[in-house]
């Protein structure tokens, strides 16, 4: 009989000893498992908003950027780009960006926060094709002598113009999106990020 509870015990004792030995061995398995799921410094870069310096774009000047993998092209409108917006409004397809994917500062004539700085994600809502930059206008466009300016997919033939507004009668379903930008002072955006009050 002492044998016997001897023996039980021995047995429970190995038991829990086994038992604290396995539940070790699972996190040690676990923990690096579930560490390689988490984004790489690379992946999380990726995703990072970009801080760009306008200072030195000149009037009537486009850069391009590049946010999460897509170019995102930033123009510095002339005051007759800017001018030229209202007169177009009938030829668009969506002139005050009423479409819901565009971000609040965007639903307004110039689809900017400040007028004189266009920021677009330079891929066409029709196939994703990039759109080519025409923005001086007339002949020297290429596009004919009417063109006011803006930007032509060669792809399907969709056009934008200086604000990314879709013409109508274009494969292109929509605008082209304004990504999330703020400013953190007069030359410098932050793009990736919502403007405050957004």
């Known amino acids: 009989m002492a044998n016997s509870n001897v023996d039980r015990r021995k047995r429970r004792f190995l038991l829990a000893a086994t038992s604290v030995a396995g539940s070790v061995a699972g996190v040690a398995v676990a923990v690096p498992f579930v ?33 999460r993998g897509q170019p995102v092209w930033v123009v510095h409108r002339t005051k007759e780009m800017i001018d030229s917006l209202p ?3 009938a030829a668009v397809a969506d002139p005050q960006s009423s479409m819901p ?3 609040d500062y965007a639903k307004n004539e110039f ?25 001086v206008p007339g002949e020297q466009s ?17 056009k ?3 604000a990314g507004r879709v ?18 002072s ?10 405050k009050g957004a």
């Open 87 to 89: 007169k177009l409004d």
């Open 101 to 103: 994917m565009q971000p």
């Open 35 to 67: 560490a390689s799921m988490n984004p790489s410094a690379r992946a999380r870069a990726a995703g990072a908003p970009v801080e760009v310096d306008v200072a030195k774009v000149e009037p009537g000047m486009m850069i391009t950027v590049e946010w």
């Open 142 to 158: 290429g596009l004919g002598e009417d063109w006011p300016g803006g930007f032509f997919c060669p792809c399907h033939g969709s």
């Open 160 to 162: 934008f113009d200086l």
């Open 111 to 135: 689809r900017s926060i400040k007028p004189e700085y266009l920021v677009l994600v330079g891929i066409c809502t029709h196939l994703g094709c990039s759109p080519s930059q025409k923005l």
């Open 167 to 184: 013409y109508k009668g274009v494969p292109a379903p929509a605008n082209l999106k304004v990504p999330p930008y703020t400013y953190l």
């Open 186 to 195: 007069d030359t410098r955006l932050l793009i990736g990020e919502h403007s």
